[in-house]
């Protein structure tokens, strides 16, 4: 019954681009949310030209690109065994794509009311409805799903199921994020970003045995030595040459090949460039109604509860800032060695200093530590990206973006690299009750376990974190 | 109506500078400015507040360290909604202080 009204929907969904339905579904919701008209129709007009601007720059890019990615893949099995065909368009992206298939058209009100009640009801106390842009974290697996299974009710229950085990670990490090951020009542909840903070806590206890809770780098100083080497373009300037210089070796003295090898590092700083900024008109769709949802919250009656904010909030807090741009080169190395990587991290290495958020607040700003625990959780994300690309960028160009056939892979180092709650999604994937049996008890023990011990747990973080004596509190 | 430019920085110049430059855009009308905003990246940001081309900034991230020459607020109050209007409040007063 419910999968006869989504078939509906998709044959809805099929006819029109989601340039169109999209953009339509968004101006519905701000009304619903009693937003002006004149303000819902700008949301829908810069949520469409955002879409067909990735649409138009993805569809440019990717002919430039992947014959290089190709032949450097080919170039590199021979020397390392390890073959990159896959790039990493980053979350921009990756974002938009998933807004733009029938899984993000559904979650973008279903997400709503699901967390607004979730809130409501204190299963949670976090309020999410204030971050709806990081929907796409759960709509990207719900998408890939529904894409391979054709079930939407297999693909919305993945989503859910996420949304709760990503509720609950934000809520795990809430205390932690908020003081060590220094944002009273506030915790990030993008899914991508908090996962790492699960791995953090477990793996800390090693980390004390090397002794690195008495290391002590300096992030300021640090900060400023890589200066220029941290901007987009100088990043994506080096990453084409590499690309480029790596696809063409064998022909490296023709001037027609260094033509060809400028040209595709050229593209690349473009892409770095322009995502950011394609990306940022789509978010101003979303302002509004994440203005509307907000006033909805109220005071909280007196509740002790966390609102969810924007990660970009503790983007530039020094030790995050500069144990993100170390891990840069750090995770170009790995992936070009890692057995099994196929991907290339590109546009989201600008975006480490948001996956590290988890870490930086468990480890108490130790730099040596979340680079240690951030250069393994990631790797292991390469790989999880590794295994999603070809179902991922079987997605995209189902939603209409135009990547031509036989072009290299693509993916989102920040977005799909989730070595843990990858899982779920898989689960959900095999179709197999079992499986998604399994990720349902998980997540209800784990539940239970922080509803009954929270302060036990809550305790143990602060302890833990404290060993870290060295490092000081972020400074704003 | 007086025409000013402000610099808007978060971590990646994306989602929360946009937001943040399109309230000020609309609430700052009413006390007659019409804002130019730019959207920016932490680490561009010293040197784009030092190129003169800005009157005021307002950051959702944390900033580095340095010499801006321009006022500098934290826009974290658009975030949560608490407080806000004592920050657009703050912009005004910044502008003022800045001759605009």
Redesign the interface.
Known sequence: MIDGLLYTMKAIIDNFSSAIIVPVIIFVIALIFKVTIKKAFLSMMNAAVALMGFTLLIGAFTPIISPMIQSMSGTMSGYTGVALNTFDVGW?ATAVVAFATSAGMIYLGLGILLQTILFLIKWTNIFQP?DL?NNYSYIVWGAMVIYATGSFTLGIACMILLNLYSLLISELVAKRWSSYYN?PN?TIIAMHNVEPAVFAILFDPILNLLHLDKVNLNP?SI?KKIGVF???MVIGLFLGLFIGILGSVGHLDSLKTWGQIFYVAVATCTVMALF?KV???F??A??PI??AA??LMGDGNGRTWY?A??????????AT?TSGLLLIPIMVAVATVLPGNQVLPVVDL??I??MVQGLVAVYKGNMAKIIVAGTIWFSLGLLMCTYTANLFTEVAISAGFAIPAGAALITSFNILGKPMLGFVFLAFLSQNPIFIGMTVVIYALCYAAFRFKRTAIEDYMEKMANRNQAAAE??? | MSRVNILS???????????VA??LKERLLDDGYQVHAT?A????ALNMAQSGSFDVLV???????GDYGIPVI?A?AC???IGEDKFFADVVAALHGVGK
Not at chain 1, 309 to 318: F, I, L, M, T
Not at chain 2, 59 to 65: A, D, G, N, R, W
């Open positions: 921009q204030s842009w944002y506030c300021r900060e941290g901007e987009p950011p990306a940022s008109m978010a101003q979303f302002a994440t203005d907000r006033k609102i904010v924007n990660d970009a909030v503790g983007y530039g807090e020094p800032l600008l975006a200093p948001y972020g400074d704003l | 920085v978060c971590g990646s110049g994306t989602v929360t500078s946009t937001m399109e309230k959207e990246r932490p680490t561009e950051h959702t991230s944390p900033l580095p360290s934290n974290f975030m949560t909604g």
